[in-house]
């Protein structure tokens, strides 16, 4: 009597334990498969922000001589093409900053002729053209802004293209001979470099305040606003100072642009 009594507490034992675990296995939350989850959409990526389109005139600067045309020499073999080379990087970079496109008349020792420097320029419907020279005297640390003059003043003979010479088309007019070309933008010229020069006086003690004219050859092809930078001088600077002068140009030059875009608004008022 009592095995059977033993032997039925233990089947109800049994029966209890297998029932609780039955109970735990349906209140445990089932898992979904990896195959069974729902695959969410990634979000589009956002289009790239568009770079800052350039304002303003073209730059085109011109540095002066290269190749086999060294231009002036200094102490030690340093010569202007070079450092006129130097000087461009950074007047272009410190114009760039400031929301210029700013292009070059060469990125290396090569020496286009005066024509092609002019046709970089000339490619453009509205560019100001600024040539970088250091002089081989002069008193060191002064910068000088020069603007062309003709010393023979136009006449209807001398406007007329004449066989044989390099003539270039203007909106205006069918030919434009290429010594010619600068003449139209003379005034233009004449205000971008009195206050280029303004500029530079303060940043170069001893600098004149107001631009030369001069007959500069680089800048009589040029059918745009043109301007001659000179500084002084390769025969009494150190390379590094007359390359650390980049940087007071390029402030100079924008602001020669800002005050001559500024004139032009107010004539066309």
Request: proline residues 9%; glycine residues 6%.
């Amino acid at each position: 009597m009592l095995c059977a009594v033993r032997n039925s507490l233990f089947s109800l034992a049994c029966l209890l334990v297998v029932g609780s675990a039955v109970l735990l296995l349906r209140a445990r939350p089932t898992r979904s498969s990896p195959q069974e989850e729902p695959q969410s959409t990634p979000e589009p990526a956002p289009p790239p922000t568009p770079p800052a389109t350039p304002s303003g005139p073209v730059i085109v600067l011109d540095p002066a001589h290269g190749g086999t045309d060294t231009g002036a020499r200094g102490e030690g073999g340093v010569a202007e093409k070079d450092i006129v080379l130097r000087m461009m990087r950074t007047v272009r970079e410190q114009l760039a900053l400031q929301g210029y496109r700013v292009v070059a008349t060469r990125r290396d020792d090569s020496n286009p002729s005066y024509d092609d420097r002019a046709a970089v320029a000339n490619a453009y419907r509205d560019a100001i053209f600024i040539s970088l020279h250091v002089a081989s005297t002069g008193t060191s640390g002064t910068v000088r802004a020069y603007y062309d003059q003709f010393s023979v003043p136009l006449s209807t003979e001398s406007a007329s293209p004449v066989l044989g010479i390099k003539a270039l088309a203007q909106p205006s007019s069918p030919l434009v001979l290429w010594d010619e070309a600068q003449r139209p933008y003379l005034d233009a010229s004449h205000r971008l470099a009195d206050v280029i020069q303004n500029q530079l006086a303060r940043s170069f003690p001893g600098s004149p305040t107001v631009s030369t004219g001069a007959a500069v050859r680089t800048l009589r092809s040029v059918m745009a606003p043109a301007v001659a930078v000179e500084t002084s001088s390769i025969s009494k600077s150190k390379p590094d100072a007359l390359t650390g002068a980049a940087g007071p140009i390029s402030s100079a030059i924008a602001a020669g642009i800002v005050a001559l875009r500024q004139s032009n608004g107010a004539e066309a008022r």
